[in-house]
């Protein structure tokens, strides 16, 4: 289930990313600097063993989302968010226009007609792969990008995800997209803000739900209005609090859609995750979406 506004800059996120600041570390997690050098001296203090990049900082912390295990759960529950299952491997040959103002919404991560992530998707797949059952529809991607109309999309459409799905390369495609544009911007931004694992996670998800954007409806936008209200830990402030004001936020938005405004990820899943100070995101975990139960045990 997608809002409208998850679209327009899907090439943005890494410049955005390289203009945050960090201090600190994400809490609950262990620290960047921990052990004595070989000089006896602490490695906080050995100017040669700091990172002189952000990309560098973040290798240098643990993994968080990042780790596989912790990875698929955050897969499984988005999945229960977009398509009610925990499968969320079945969902690459998906492809459907439910009428909410997305055009088509398909693939592993529900990719969308209206933004620009699937027409960069089938952009950048045809480039190695021009003759893929979809690149004859760059055009009308192109045409209908950023709008809620499928105009020479049908026929024909359906019919050609489900076929490119079916070659293994475009559900590497699809995989290659998904941590682009969105996981790995997500739980980078979330690090240097200073965030563990759940924290994390309710990024991946904003980024999800509200897309790469800028304006105060999208992921950037909601982030930058927390931080006037709250300090993130990377700028003193408390973990859970801030996660809270974030959850306030992204909800508010959520709830005042015309279209799809259903707050369950937020109130039923994610939040409470945070009131039982899952901060590590590891289960069980157990919560609900739309009246439906869910529950990854281990």
Known sequence: MKPLTRLYLIGAPVAIVATALFAGTPGGDKPIYDEASETGRAPQDDENLKPKTDQEL??????????????????????????????????????????????????????????????????????????????????????????????????????????AAKEPDFLKAQDAARDKYYFKPAVDLAKMDGLGTLGQFIYYDAMVLHGPGIDERSF??????????????AEGGKEKPYLNAFLDETREVLRTRKTLNDTSRIDTAQRVFLQKNNMQFKPPLEWKMYGDDFSIKR
């Open 220 to 233: 950037y936008g909601i982030r930058d209005s927390v931080r006037k209200k709250a300090k993130s830990p």
């Open 58 to 163: 973040i290798a240098k912390l643990p993994p968080g989302l990042a780790d596989p295990a912790a990875k698929e759960r955050a897969a499984q529950v988005i999945s229960t968010a977009e398509n009610s299952t925990l499968n969320w491997r079945g969902q690459y040959s998906s492809v459907r226009n439910t009428g909410d103002g997305n055009g088509y919404t398909a693939g592993v991560i529900g990719f969308t007609s209206a933004a620009h992530s699937m027409l960069q998707l089938v952009e950048d797949y045809t480039k190695s792969h021009p003759d893929n059952p979809l690149a004859s529809f760059l055009p009308a991607l192109r045409k209908v990008d950023g709008t809620d109309s499928v105009e020479g999309l049908d026929p024909g459409f359906t019919q050609a995800w489900k076929q």
